[in-house]
């Protein structure tokens, strides 16, 4: 996609001559778009700075809808805990202007630019709202759905619509939020987004677990998080780093060590966090050598989790994002790893593995889903080449009754199949 | 409140109808005698009340879907039902549908504290899931003040809420899965004891869609550990503007307490005349600001409070020396309807949720109000979240003065939308709020959430009449606008 200075020439071609590319720089110019492209039938590969263009199913839409002209913070208001800005601002302009007020995204929104082949900082709110992402916080503080309050957009009908409003609690009407937030573009064009936001912690440690020398700890390490986040210590971050991964950390004392480490991360006020980590400590010493993280390399370590910084390189590899009950974390993952050259990064308490594995034409996808669906969960190929995610599901497949459903959500929001279509499913 | 017109022809099947209810769930399942459906004619919201034509309570989730299959295919209709506790008449029963209790699925399938989750079926009380797992230290967070007596069900359909969202957040934020059958009998299971799912966001909208997409049959909902301690601190200030001023203070310092609730003079007065809760009667606005978690973190943040509130000009300060004493600063904001109620033959009870920050305003214009409909009113104010409760004094036995109240809430309800706020912040829609969503949505708006609706229930069998004022049909909706020839769009850059 190549953006030119004369995408405001008053000369513009009809919709008909159009090449390849529609830039929207407001929510008319958005609904214009719709219509136009509602109207002749023709699909729209909806984006903005294009972070996440790697994410999902693999389509070739010939026409761009730019929208990443509707940038720009209508509305921060630090006391009412909200903000609302175009959906193309950009997230990294957002959380520099939380910081300055001690505030944050407390579902610590990942930057996965880098893990998908590209540049770092790219995000745009829209976007990660679309994919509904979460860092390590997800075990206490939700996804992006649960901070996102209320928005406006331009349905693939060509009509605008809002739901949702800058409060946190309501309940008026069908809360459309959660339809918007992880359709991936589907439905709706985003314009504007109103979001939560958190006062961040004035203090944050690790409590890291460093594992005997050699051996599989991926067991031991789950059995760890599983005992710390049952406890009343509110641990905000637990995710486990086989040896192999733990030496490739960007922290030092974890890269060095060529252990396996399990990180639990309490985060708050000076007295509680230093109260926390002793009880983690006394919790936790059984299962080896305890350490503890301080702020600035507890932030570092904690932004290689949410960013899967381990699997940047070797971008050969082919990575899934697997959701299953924390306690059955390990066990899935090495079943999906015997026999097979691979590694698995554990976050959210077990709950979330991240899976690297060798290139293969079916990108192992029946092994992978053959060994979630025997605990319960959903697996998602998050990076591989685009012939690849186009012919293995990306996301878990529907059938039945919810394949319908989603069908027919699809076809009230866009009946022509305008807007990202195949983005997701095939057909949707 | 107009409701749909009952269909003749549905009632003049009733025999029919009751024989093939029967043929599903026996026993006595299948209620149709005027004194036992008189239970059923309303819910919390009791000035509005309806005989359903039949009731029925299934025990099986394939009952309930034999039950949804014949309605839809002999087109009848069907208003779901939990504990019958919701303040908004989402339950209110129709002349011509069946009403479908879900009180016998009152089993918790579950507990599964490795996970941090409970399974239940969604008659289970809100109160009971925390009862079947405090011995090990957990909770389940969201609180509605019925907790005692309301369904999980319930509260996923409405979206539940409690005094502590703002910290926990509301039920939507604590549900993990649900089992769900559709109005043509269709089972589906969506989410689990995993975070994401994947796919649109199924369960999210189910929450809160008051019984109109789908009847819940089985929930997955997470818990958490019990805070370690909690302590409360008690304000009191001479203007509301000074109350709102502390609330924003203490967020804007960067503490998110686990409750604050605030309160005016005639909610102080009355609470503390009905339970002697010791609240201060020389102030115009009370906050208990409630702190939870470690003990070193409640200290800290408690003398924190403390300080932005001497800084704030609070004229009373008190902070809780035990958990008695605790329980005690909460016994009047807890006892605040009844205690509202006692002073009056009738009350109502609005919800809107305002951002904090115009709560000085609101209320200066809500006693505007109050004099020109000559109706006495009292606050009380979930702060941390803005949720607004004005209670709303009147006598049903006094003609008019039914319809002046909810004038008068109707007006409250549109001053919230005007400062950035919404028509209901928990208590749902219903029958209630239904005509006032013009206030709040455009009629696009609205389309938009009736497709979610065609999607699930094309036949508008699900709970019709509430919600949404008027229900478009579904092939009306389906219908395009082709924009053929008034192309181009002259602003549109291409390139």
């Known amino acids: 996609m190549s953006t030119t200075d004369n995408c405001h020439s008053p000369n513009s071609p009809d919709f008909d001559d159009m090449t390849d590319n529609l830039k929207a720089e407001n929510e008319q110019q958005v609904l214009d778009a719709v219509k136009s492209a509602a109207s002749d039938k023709i699909a729209l590969d909806v984006r903005a700075n294009g972070s996440k263009a790697g994410l999902g199913r693999a389509t070739d839409i010939g026409h761009v809808l730019d929208v990443s002209g509707l940038g720009g913070v209508n509305f921060y208001e630090p006391a009412e805990l909200v903000l609302s800005a175009g959906a193309a601002t950009g997230v990294a302009e957002v959380e520099d202007l939380l910081a300055d007020k001690s505030q944050q995204l407390a579902f610590e929104p990942p930057d996965l630019g880098p893990l998908l082949g590209g540049e770092a900082g790219q995000g745009t709110l829209g976007g990660l709202v679309a994919c509904n992402l979460a860092g390590p916080r997800r075990v206490k503080a939700g996804a992006a759905r649960d901070h996102f309050l209320g928005f406006s957009a331009v349905s693939g009908r060509g009509e605008v619509f809002k739901s949702g409003g800058r409060v946190v609690k309501n309940v008026t009407g069908f809360d459309l939020s959660k339809l918007m937030a992880g359709s991936y573009g589907t439905l709706a064009v985003m314009t504007e987004l109103t979001i939560k936001v958190l006062p961040a912690p004035e203090k944050i440690r690790t409590v890291l677990i460093s594992w005997a020398k050699d051996g599989i700890y991926d067991h031991g390490g789950v059995k760890a998080m599983t005992d710390a986040m049952a406890s009343p210590h509110e641990v905000s971050g637990a995710a486990h780093m086989p040896a192999g991964i733990a030496e490739r950390s960007s922290v030092s004392y974890v890269g060095d060590s060529g252990r396996a480490v399990t990180a639990l991360r309490v985060e708050g006020p000076e007295p509680s966090v230093a109260h926390r980590c002793e009880a983690l400590k006394n919790l936790l010493g059984k299962y080896g050598d305890i350490e503890e993280l301080h702020t600035q390399n507890s932030t570092a370590f904690w932004c290689d989790v949410r960013d899967v910084q381990c699997f940047v390189e070797n971008q050969d590899r082919y990575i899934w994002r697997v959701s299953v009950p924390p306690t059955e974390g390990s066990r899935v993952a090495l079943k999906i790893l015997e026999g097979r050259p691979g590694e698995a990064l554990y976050d959210w308490s077990g709950g979330l593995i991240w899976l690297a594995l060798a290139p293969a034409p079916d990108a192992c996808a029946n092994i992978v889903r053959q060994h979630v669906a025997a605990v319960g969960g959903h697996a998602m190929l998050m990076r591989a080449p685009a012939d690849v995610r186009a012919r293995v599901p990306v996301f878990e497949p529907q059938n039945g009754t919810m394949a319908d459903i989603t069908q027919r959500i699809k076809e009230g929001f866009d009946p022509h199949g305008i807007l990202n279509p195949g983005r997701m499913y095939e057909g949707v | ?495």
């Not at chain 2, 029925?56 to 208003?79: A, W």
């Not at chain 2, 089985?218 to 509301?240: H, M």
């Open chain 2, 1 to 495: 409140m107009l409701m749909p017109k009952p269909d003749s022809d549905v009632i003049a099947r009733r025999e029919e109808i009751i024989a093939a209810m029967r043929s599903i769930v026996p026993g006595e399942g299948v209620i149709i005698d005027d004194d036992e459906l008189r239970a059923y004619d309303c819910d919390g919201l009791m000035a509005y009340r309806q005989l359903p034509m039949i009731v029925v309570l299934p025990k099986t989730t394939q009952q309930v879907s034999d039950v949804l299959k014949y309605c839809h295919d002999n087109d009848v209709k069907i208003v779901p039902r939990g504990a019958g506790t919701g303040l908004s008449g989402g339950a209110l029963p129709l002349a011509d549908a069946i009403t479908l209790g879900l009180g016998k699925f009152n089993k918790i399938l579950e507990t599964d504290f490795e996970n941090r989750c409970v399974v239940t079926q969604p008659g289970v009380t809100n109160l009971a899931l925390t009862q079947e797992v405090e011995h090990a230290g957990f909770y389940y967070a969201p609180d509605p003040s019925s907790q005692i007596a309301c369904s999980i069900g319930g509260n996923v359909a409405e979206n539940s809420g409690g005094v502590h969202c703002l910290k926990y957040g509301l039920t939507t934020n604590n549900v993990l899965g649900a089992e769900i059958v559709l109005m043509n009998g269709d089972i589906v299971r969506i989410g689990g004891k995993h975070l994401d799912a994947g796919g649109y966001d199924v369960l999210g909208v189910i929450t809160g869609s008051e019984g109109l997409l789908g009847v819940i049959t089985e929930v997955t909902v997470r818990i958490l550990q019990k805070p370690e301690t909690a302590k409360a601190v008690l304000l009191g200030f001479d203007s509301n503007q000074k109350g709102g001023d502390c609330v924003a203070a203490i967020i804007a310092d960067g503490i998110i307490p686990g409750g604050m609730e605030m309160m005016d003079t005639f909610a102080i007065q009355a609470a503390e005349e009905f339970v002697h809760a010791g609240y201060p009667q020389d102030v115009t606005a009370l906050l208990i600001v409630e702190l939870d978690g470690p003990a070193p973190e409640v200290e800290h943040l408690i003398g924190r409070v403390e300080t932005i509130a001497r800084q704030q000009n609070a004229r009373y300060v008190k902070v809780s020396e035990s958990e008695d004493e605790r329980q005690k600063f909460w016994s009047g904001r807890k006892a605040a309807f009844p205690a509202v109620g006692r002073l009056s033959p009738d009350y109502l009870c609005m919800d809107g949720t305002i951002p904090r920050g115009q709560l000085a305003y609101v209320l200066t214009r809500m006693e505007e109000l109050s004099e020109k409909y000559g109706l006495r009113v009292a606050n009380v104010f979930h702060a941390g979240d803005g949720n607004l409760h004005p209670l709303i004094l009147f006598d049903a036995n006094v003609p008019g003065e039914l319809d002046n109240a909810e004038k008068f809430g109707a007006d409250i309800l549109r001053l919230c939308v005007e400062v950035g706020g919404v028509l209901t912040g928990e208590h749902g829609v219903g029958i209630e709020k239904r005509d006032l969503m013009g206030e709040m949505f455009t009629e696009d708006d609205m389309k938009h959430q009736q497709r979610l609706k065609c999607a699930f229930d094309p036949g508008h069998l699900l709970n019709p009449g509430k919600v949404y004022p008027i229900l478009h049909r579904c092939a009306e909706l389906g219908k395009m606008h082709v924009h053929n020839g008034q192309l181009p769009f002259p602003e549109l850059p291409r390139f």
